[in-house]
């Protein structure tokens, strides 16, 4: 990665006081391949992916639930009110 482009705004005014090097190595510990890991955002993409089917899933049933009621309550009134 370009310095310049990551030493921007008010840290342009480390370059007056500080060598390339020196900011480089500030900076070092802060890279995106030490900040991030890998195989935490797999596991959190898993655990996604088994919510969104878990809820899916949930909302088939609710539907199934819904009708049900629906057909239940349709039957219920035509032996209700009978001609």
Known sequence: MKLNLIVSGR???LRKHLSDA???EM???YIKERLWDNDQ???NLQQVQQYQTKT???SKSLS???KNIQDDDTK???ELFKT
């Open 76 to 78: 219920a009134s035509k």
């Open 64 to 66: 199934k639930v819904a």
């Open 41 to 43: 955002a797999t596991q």
């Open 11 to 13: 840290g342009n005014a």
């Open 27 to 29: 900076i070092a510990p």
């Open 22 to 24: 020196e900011i480089e």
């Open 56 to 58: 899916a899933n949930f």
